[in-house]
């Protein structure tokens, strides 16, 4: 076993826990900042710098950015927080936890029963990448630009909406 | 000869469609036009009269085969033995009576309910007309759209539980059916490689004992859910009390004869050995129907509730002489078939008359009619006879025959069932009592009640006749649908019996 | 990608060209009419060209695409759906409102892009870029800010269900990945057939490709959203929903069973027959008593997709037959009685003529409406002359053909309590006219979008009692969809 | 002349068509005519084929004629044929003659009342109902005259039909016959399916050829054509209608439930020996029926008030009378009992009817007396007719029907004996019921007005009936007493012939015992004319032995209760549970729609953790 | 670079995707319960850049990418969607507000 990976799978799921788990919002957002950038430290470690790029730039970067935005311009206060505190009662969350644990055990069972070979370590970088994505991914490009446009024209026109009022 | 068919159905729904389009400029347009299409369809089918019995033509009169579906093997076939030609003109003139007592009844959206009334007898037309299993289900639930308006749109107070009852009742167990047409489809093509839905085809499938009993279950219940059988009789009561006057003829008169003609058609001949062995269950359920149907409708106190009982019990027999399944029983089961439509179609017309005139159907708020309305209460006692089966009117032909008939399958069974003659003339006899006879009561209406006016005279005239036409001499009719039934009789015998004939 | 390939994929290319125009002139003059009217012209074009790219197919467009006969038939069901939403769109928006419309056509036909490219797909990529586009254009849609309350609220709920049933549906794909070492539709296939040691990824994998798919398609117990999202979404965007997204995702699941996993495992078979019979039964007897007419028609699309479940059960070119011709029926039945909601609703009103009140009585104020809807209805319960009919016919012969027992005994059980609640609204709009209504002057709808009703009510009529050239379209292009 | 025979029962029925039709049109002159003169003419029409046919009779004593093919199906053919043989011709004569006598009577009786057009289109179809029965040749449609019978019946008991009491007594005869009528039914199920024809000749012709004597099959179908005259007669254990009939019109208690209709069970056994003689259980039977019948009614007629009801039970005791002669085999002698006893007990009507309607329609007998002397006509017929009833020897005709029976009954072995018995007994009784009337109604003091003159109508027919009940005997004389076999000589080709009493005592006995009853009646009831008290045996026996009581209890209650529970129909409350259950389940699916997100996610969560368990475990 | 066995990189995926679940299924803030669900998205991507990098090829990547791309416009829509509701209602309570049920 990677002492690398294992420091950084475990960092990963101890921020998650600590990212659901806590009321104040921007601490949870750092939270799980720290955990994207464990995440990239994975795939970093699987061979896959690329996708660790990404991973740092676009998620724990612009992602991020788009949640503080929000959080600031809510002006999520104290009073915010204690109402959080309120709602994390062990009543609210034991059964929503039993749910996720299940689906958790089924998955890690199906991971450790399945006996996959190991991980072919080699890397592949953004050239590799890139060449697949102007080639047999070239339409999944184009359409994703497609995805993009939806979310723009759905953004601004929802913005538009809150900046109006409506 | 052979667009002959096609018109029949057309012509009613083609009226339909001009019923209502024409009910927006004048009322009474949608009527003459609905008599117009009627009068047609009679006019087309009197030249087929005889022609079962000439010599030399086989059971089937005419028939058309056109491709429609041909992926699934599905064809336009329409074919016409007697006993087709019979109920469809039963279907015709209870059709043209239905729409001159509707006269002065319906008088709001009369254009709609004359189309619905048209396409009703369209599809009941149909019904007995179609040999192809998808076209048949087509047309059956066809006739259910239409008749689910009928009752909706211009029933008396509970129209819309009636109405929906009565469509769940008919679909639910029609699905069933649809079920087993398709398997029944799907095993002949296993074994013959070939899809089709052609009941000459699908005659004489091969399947286990087993198979054959489930699918002739899911035709059967279809069927006796129509007929209405007991125990799935109970929408009838609600849906005949509802309806509106021409609502309850059809469905009293023309509705449930489908039902019986699908048994006869289809439960028999198609799963002959099944339906030997069910025979014992189907006759019990007849002989339950015709005592428990005549005890309810003992019991009533809405007449047309009274008078939809007795249906039950008139149907009763019809279930037990289809099992009973020999000559006697079967023409039986036409003849009253006959005159369960013309007499209990007269009552369903007498006591819409009666609402028309006294507002209310309750024969408690009734009694001593024959005062006021001499002419009315002397049909109503005439049809109440004829429905208690005395012999020289229709309906005692079919009760004997039916009796005669299932004699000879069962003995237990015929005695039984004959206890209905009693109990049927404790209920009609009822009914003149507390309508017609007694001490005149204080009628809730406030205008003078008035006798039958000349033309529901003239419909009772003729519908009298017709009964008594049918008790005196039935000859006819027996000619004309004794080569069909023939045909299915031969059918409809397992192999390794006899067919049970007349003489012992 | 190759001249032929790039010919029969010209459609698609088109409806994308389409939107970057509308973009492009919405950019540079907002106005209601112009967008509506270059979106409809653009979708109509569309809808023409796609027959046109016949000749070519069967061909792959990539690893990722494919044009064949079943294509054709489901993206021009897509497409011509969507074109009469948009019609119907334009008459619902078309009333005096305030606030920027255009922007709604845009994401109409993104969405329309997203739903149409899904019949095409037969990679894991294709049919997650498509879902999603289709999603996230859907998510605008439903939440399409106007004075009704309830579009934001529909708005988050299909955020977040929506969201996390991608990421099931991600999360599964992944899992078959990983085990297979493929996405291609057919490359799966051929290492299912072939005998795979880890079988149980795949199962699992495909487990939780159903979770995804199963709440788009809203199948019980992934349900819960459809009424009310269906309630909160503007009337047209609501057809869309039921008919176009249920198209597209429906046609993508078929080709990738039919492709990639043949019989999909004892298990997983038994799994479905559950999630069919359940669907059945459970979306009737929700809408058993409902009295929001949306609500109704949304639980009564919860049974029709467990219906057509049957048909996929059973599989084979009856079930595909079945399937495709149900879909057929569906889509038209479902626009039109969506449409018909749509057409006596405006967005001003505050809400949608969605309660049962509003029905009371549409016989006389509306009749034609009121017509149409009543034959719409009947085509849901099934019954002659109608489509429904034929499609109903159609599924109990598949799955009595393929002996299914249970999911055809719960079909005919199904439809039965259906009836109750079908004729429930008919009878409403036989009531007498409400009071308070009577008195308001009549309300009138654009023509147009009448006339869309009544095309669709024609085609309602004459394939219900016709159907074979429908039948014989059919086999000729959804028919070639096996594996 | 025998070509006119259709004639005969197609009159009455036109002259019914004709005042139906007319309802309301016709004066009341024209309905009077048109109800009087079809049966008349009808009656002319039968006695010139009764001359024709005694002075040339046919071959085989039987005249056919067919009038059309009822039908023709699967074997079985029947056909609408009259038949008339000596059987049919006597019955002919009396329905047309002693019809044609009430009618005219009616004529006068029925003046005033509201629908008199109605009651003769009623009593016109009866006759032709009646006609038909007696006429038909085959089963089927003797049936049809049967049911005929039973519904004019039932039309004209109820004829008064704003008092609902007319009305019950109506339905109740319709059904209780109706019992009886399903027994022969079935019987005429039987015959047809065993003996393949419904032709009465041909029947009983077949069954002679393949049941051999006692053959529980013939056994079963005489029992069962028993079981249909024993309603039709009123006989035990289907004699409750009768009494109650009597709410009826008199002329219509005269005709119907006295001279023809209730004789009918006898017609139809004498008509049918042939089969009860292959089955000597069910001869013995009637015979018994008969004899206890007769002593019941005979009892319950001493405790009766009502002059029209003592009239009933004395119907009864008499066809029980007729039935004790065909058990013993005596089929002529049941038949001259059946002609005697309609001319006398239709005078006794007619007279009873003559005397209410000078009474303001007061039928019990405590509130009249002294009439004798107040309506002379009416009582020198009412007293003629008691004389016959009562068999005054010699010189009445009933002396000589009665006497017949006895004697047969006498030379019928042990058995025999006992019926003899009682039917002595009986006839003590018969004397002392009848003339108790007769003493308490038209001797004494006067206990009510009388008003009016009799017209013609009335008298005419009482006349003839008079002069018939003294001499309609001289037909048919012992060998004691002359031996006149006319009847018998009549009958001779279809019924077998009656065994005799070879010794006068017998003979003697039974006069006495008409003498013994007079005698009592006199010294009982000519002063003190007082109501009877009401012990508990009068209460018994004025309840008719309380079978009524027990058909309450036994069926109709029980019946009525089951009707009126069952109303609701029970078989409904199931699908209302069905429809129930289907509400309560969309009741509860409904709280799962909550509208959370969080819930509907958990929900998504569930399903799929659900499908991924279902995909692991294989 | 040493080769991971792949059953660890996908339960790291199970697991994250677990937690993911968890915050959705437990937080009632709008804003939290958006966090989870790309939590729940970015564990899909892990399983897809594992399984990529057990076959040593760039499909799971690109894979990676497309659902990054899904998670961006999720989350500016979801946001955009998140603001009007505060500005309508004044609260992120995803419990506050259910008018449409039944």
């Known amino acids: 076993m990677n002492a690398m990976f294992a420091i950084a799978a475990g960092i990963a799921v101890l921020a998650t826990v600590m990212m659901i788990t806590r009321p104040s919002a921007v601490h949870a957002l750092l939270y799980l900042t720290v955990s994207l950038l464990a995440v990239a430290m994975v795939f970093f470690v699987l061979g896959a710098p690329f996708a660790a790029a990404l991973e740092v730039i676009i998620y724990a970067g612009a992602i991020m950015v788009l949640f503080v935005f929000v959080v600031m311009m809510l002006n999520i206060g104290g009073e915010a927080e204690a109402l959080e505190n309120d709602w994390l009662k062990p009543a609210a969350w034991i059964g929503p936890s039993v749910l996720a644990l299940l689906l958790g055990l089924e998955l890690g069972t199906l991971a450790a029963r399945g006996g996959l070979a190991r991980s072919a370590a080699t890397v592949i970088g953004p050239q590799a990448v890139g060449i697949a994505l102007t080639g047999p991914y070239m339409l999944a490009v184009e359409i994703a630009s497609f995805l993009l446009l939806a979310a723009v024209v759905a953004a601004f026109h929802l913005g538009r909406a809150v900046m109006r009022g409506v | 000869m052979n667009m002959l068919l096609i018109l029949l159905l057309l012509i009613p729904a083609i009226g339909g469609v001009l019923a209502w389009l024409s009910g927006a400029r004048h009322p009474d347009w949608p009527r003459w036009i609905a008599i117009f299409a009627l009068a047609a369809d009679l006019l087309l089918t009197l030249p087929l009269i005889g022609r079962a019995v000439m010599p030399g033509q086989s059971a089937w009169i005419t028939s058309i085969d056109l491709p429609w579906i041909p992926q699934l093997g599905i064809s336009f076939e329409l074919n016409l033995d007697g006993l087709s030609l019979v109920l469809i003109l039963l279907t015709i003139v209870l059709g043209l009576v239905s729409v001159v007592i509707s006269w002065s009844e319906i008088t709001e959206r009369v254009g709609l309910f004359h189309a619905n009334l048209l396409w009703a007898t ?371 015998t397992p192999p390794g019996n006899t067919p049970m004939e007349g003489q012992p | 990608m190759n001249a032929a390939a790039f010919a029969a994929f010209a459609p698609f290319t088109l409806l994308g060209v389409v939107t970057i125009a509308v973009m492009l002139l919405i950019a540079v003059r907002r106005n209601h009419h112009l967008a509506a009217l270059s979106t409809i012209a653009g979708l109509l074009l569309c809808c023409i060209a796609l027959p046109l790219a016949a000749p070519a197919a069967p061909i792959a467009v990539t690893p990722l695409f494919v044009v064949d006969g079943s294509v054709i038939f489901y993206a021009g069901l897509v497409l011509g759906s969507a074109l009469v939403v948009a019609i119907l769109s334009y008459a619902y928006l078309g009333g005096p409102e305030q606030g920027p419309r255009e922007e709604y056509y845009l994401l109409l036909l993104t969405a329309t892009l997203g739903a149409a490219l899904l019949p095409a797909s037969v990679h894991f990529a294709s049919f997650f870029l498509g879902l999603e586009t289709l999603s996230i254009s859907l998510l605008g849609l439903i939440a399409y800010a106007s004075p009704r309350e309830e579009s934001a609220e529909a708005g988050i709920k299909y955020l977040i269900l929506g969201g996390a049933s991608s990421a099931f549906l991600l999360f599964g794909m992944a899992l078959i990945y990983a085990d297979l070492g493929t996405m291609s539709f057919t490359q799966i296939g051929v290492l299912t057939r072939a005998g795979n040691p880890h079988d149980l990824f795949r199962l699992v994998g495909t487990a939780m490709i159903l979770t995804g798919v199963g709440f788009k398609l809203s199948l019980v117990p992934f349900h819960m959203w459809t009424p009310d999202i269906y309630e909160g979404a503007p ?39 559950m999630i069919a019979i359940l669907s059945m039964l459970g979306g009737n007897l929700l809408a058993l008593m409902q009295n929001n007419v949306k609500r109704l028609l949304a639980y009564s699309s919860i049974a029709h997709l467990g219906y057509l479940l049957v048909a996929f059960l059973a599989g084979g070119a009856l079930g595909n037959e079945a399937a495709a011709y149900y879909l057929a029926a569906y889509a038209v039945t479902s626009l039109g009685a969506f449409g018909i909601v749509a057409q006596l609703s405006t967005p001003g009103a505050g809400r949608d003529a969605d309660r049962m009140e509003d029905y009371h009585g549409l016989f006389r104020t509306r009749p034609f409406l009121a017509g149409s809807l009543a034959l719409m209805l009947l085509s849901l319960a099934g019954l002659p002359p109608t489509m429904g009919f034929i499609g109903k016919f159609y599924l109990v012969a598949s799955g009595v053909g393929a002996g299914l027992f249970w999911p055809v005994a719960a079909l005919v059980l199904g439809s039965v309590i259906g009836i109750y609640y079908y004729l429930r609204v008919l009878v409403a709009m036989a009531m007498p006219v409400p009071a308070a209504r009577s008195a308001a002057p009549p309300a009138t709808a654009p023509l147009f979008g009448n006339v869309v009703i009544g095309v669709l009510l024609a085609l309602l009529l004459m394939l219900g009692t016709y159907p074979a050239p429908a039948i014989a379209l059919i086999r000729l292009t959804a028919g070639a969809v096996a594996g | 002349m025998h070509e006119l025979l259709w004639l005969v029962p197609t009159l009455p029925l036109l002259g019914s068509v004709i005042l139906m039709l007319g309802a309301g049109r016709l004066s009341t002159r024209a309905e009077a005519a048109a109800g009087a003169l079809s049966v008349g003419f009808a009656a002319v029409i039968a006695f010139t084929i009764a001359g024709g046919f005694l002075l040339n009779p046919p071959a085989g004593a039987a005249y056919e004629q067919t009038l059309w093919r009822w039908f023709d199906v699967g074997g079985l053919s029947v056909t609408i044929g009259l038949r008339l043989d000596p059987l049919s011709l006597v019955m002919m004569l009396v329905i047309t003659g002693v019809g044609f006598l009430i009618h005219l009577f009616a004529t006068e009786f029925m003046e005033g009342e509201e629908g008199y057009g109605r009651f003769f289109a009623y009593l016109n179809l009866f006759v032709a109902a009646m006609l038909l029965l007696v006429l038909g040749d085959n089963f089927l ?6 049911e005929g019978v039973g519904l004019c019946s039932y039309l004209l008991i109820g004829f008064w039909w704003r008092d609902p009491a007319n009305g019950l007594a109506a339905r109740k005869a319709f059904i209780v016959t109706r019992i009886g009528d399903t027994a022969l039914l079935i019987g005429l199920l039987l015959i047809a399916s065993r003996l393949g024809t419904l032709n009465i000749a041909g029947a009983m012709h077949n069954a002679a050829q393949s049941w051999p004597a006692g053959s529980p099959l013939a056994t079963l179908a005489a029992f069962l054509l028993l079981g249909g005259a024993v309603g039709k007669s009123a006989q035990l254990p289907l004699q409750t209608w009768l009494p109650d009939a009597m709410a009826g019109p008199t002329p219509v208690s005269a005709l119907i439930h006295a001279a023809t209709m209730v004789t009918a069970g006898v017609y139809l056994i004498a008509r049918t020996h042939a089969l009860f003689l292959l089955a000597p259980a069910a001869q013995y039977t009637v015979g018994g029926i008969g004899a206890a019948t007769l002593l019941l009614a005979g009892f319950s007629a001493l405790a009766q008030n009502d002059i029209k009801r003592i009239l009933a039970y004395s119907t009864m005791s008499q066809i029980g009378y007729m039935f004790l002669a065909l058990g013993v085999g005596a089929w002529g002698a049941a038949m001259f009992h059946l002609l005697t006893h309609a001319f006398f007990k239709a005078l006794l009507f007619l007279s009873a009817g003559a005397v209410t309607m000078r009474l303001h329609h007061e039928q019990d007998i405590y509130k009249m007396g002294g009439l004798a002397r107040r309506l002379p006509v009416a009582f020198w017929s009412f007293l003629i007719g008691s004389a016959a009833l009562a068999a005054l020897p010699l010189v009445t005709a009933g002396f000589y029907s009665k006497e017949a029976i006895l004697s047969g009954a006498w030379a019928d072995g042990s058995s025999g004996r006992v019926l003899w018995a009682a039917g002595v007994f009986g006839a003590f009784i018969t004397g002392l019921y009848i003339f108790r009337a007769v003493f308490i109604a038209f001797f004494g003091e006067a206990h009510t007005e009388v008003s009016g003159r009799y017209g013609w109508r009335v008298i005419l027919p009482l006349s003839v009936l008079s002069v018939l009940s003294v001499l309609g005997g001289l037909i048919e004389l012992p060998p004691a007493l002359g031996h006149v076999t006319l009847l018998s000589n009549l009958l001779a080709p279809v019924l077998p012939a009656s065994k005799e009493a070879a010794s006068v005592a017998p003979l003697l006995v039974a006069s006495l015992a008409g003498l013994l009853g007079i005698g009592l009646a006199a010294v009982l009831y000519w002063r003190p004319a007082r109501p009877p008290a009401e012990t508990p045996l009068w209460r018994f026996w004025h309840a008719a032995a309380g079978f009524d009581w027990l058909y309450d209890r036994l069926l109709v209650r029980p019946v009525l209760w089951a009707a009126r529970e069952g109303a609701d129909d029970v078989i409904d409350s199931v699908y209302d549970a069905i429809a129930w259950t289907a509400r309560t389940l969309h009741e509860h699916v409904r709280r799962t729609q909550n509208g959370r997100v969080r819930f509907y996610t958990a929900g998504l969560a569930i399903g799929s953790i659900s499908l991924i368990a279902i995909a692991m475990i294989r | 670079m040493t080769a991971i066995p792949l059953d660890q990189g996908l339960g790291l995926a199970a697991a994250l995707f677990a937690l993911g679940l968890a915050g959705v299924l437990v937080r009632r803030n709008l804003l939290f319960m958006l966090m989870s669900l790309e939590v729940m998205l970015n564990a899909a991507g892990v399983a897809f850049v594992v399984a990529g990098a057990r076959w040593a090829a760039a499909d799971g990547q690109i894979m990676f990418i497309l659902v990054l791309t899904f998670a961006a416009s999720e989350v500016s829509v979801g946001l955009a969607l998140i603001l009007l509701m505060h500005r309508r209602n004044s609260t992120l309570d995803a419990d506050a507000s259910y008018h449409l049920r039944g």
């Open chain 2, 122 to 492: 369209t599809g009941v037309i149909g019904v007995f007309l179609a040999l192809d299993l998808f076209l048949f289900f087509f047309f059956w639930e066809l006739m259910l759209v239409p008749m689910y308006f009928l009752i909706a749109l211009w029933g008396h107070e509970h129209r819309f539980y009636a109405a929906i009852k009565f469509v769940i009742f008919t679909q639910g167990s029609s699905l069933l059916m649809l079920v087993a047409i398709l398997a029944l489809v799907f095993i002949h093509q296993r074994a013959t490689g070939q899809l089709t839905f052609d009941y000459l085809a699908l005659l004489g499938t091969k399947m286990s004992a087993a198979t054959a009993f489930w699918l002739m279950l899911g035709f059967f219940i279809a069927f006796a859910v129509k007929l209405p059988a007991v125990p799935f009789h109970t929408w009838l009561p609600d849906a005949h009390t509802e309806a509106p006057t021409a609502g309850s003829v059809l469905l009293a008169g023309v509705l449930l004869k489908t039902g019986a003609y699908g048994l006869l058609r289809f439960v028999v001949p198609l799963f002959p050995a099944a339906a030997h062995e069910f025979a014992p269950v189907a006759m019990t359920l007849g002989v339950a129907g015709i005592l428990y149907g005549a005890l309810l409708a003992f019991g009533q106190n809405d007449m047309k509730r009274m008078i939809a009982y007795s249906s039950v019990s008139h149907m009763g027999f019809v279930l037990l002489g289809v099992f009973a399944w020999n000559t006697l029983a079967l023409q039986g089961v036409v003849v009253q078939m006959l005159a369960h439509g013309v007499s209990t179609g007269a009552l369903f017309i007498l006591v819409g008359a009666l609402q028309e005139r006294i507002h209310t159907r309750d024969m408690r708020l009734m009694g001593g009619l024959w005062g006021a309305m001499p002419r009315l209460s002397g049909f109503g006692m005439i049809f109440a006879i004829a429905s208690l089966g005395l012999p020289g009117l229709g309906n005692f032909i079919g009760e004997f025959l039916i009796l005669l008939g299932s004699f000879r399958a069962s003995v237990p069974f015929t005695v039984i069932a004959s206890l209905g003659l009693v109990a049927g003339a404790a209920y009609a006899l009822l009914l003149v009592q507390r309508a017609f006879h007694g001490r005149t009561a204080a009628q809730p209406g406030s205008a003078k009640p008035y006798d039958l006016t000349a033309r529901h005279i003239a419909v009772m005239g003729g519908l009298v006749l017709a009964i008594i036409g049918l008790g005196v001499y039935p000859q006819p009719v027996f000619d004309q649908v004794a080569p069909g039934l023939a045909a299915l009789q031969h059918e409809g």
């Open chain 3, 235 to 273: 009337a047209p965007v609501t057809a869309f929903i039921a008919v176009v997204s249920k198209i597209a995702v429906f046609s993508v699941i078929l080709r990738y069973f039919i492709l990639a996993d043949g019989q999909a495992g004892a298990s997983l078979r038994a799994g479905l027959s």
């Open chain 4, 141 to 146: 449609t003797l049936y049809t005259g049967w």
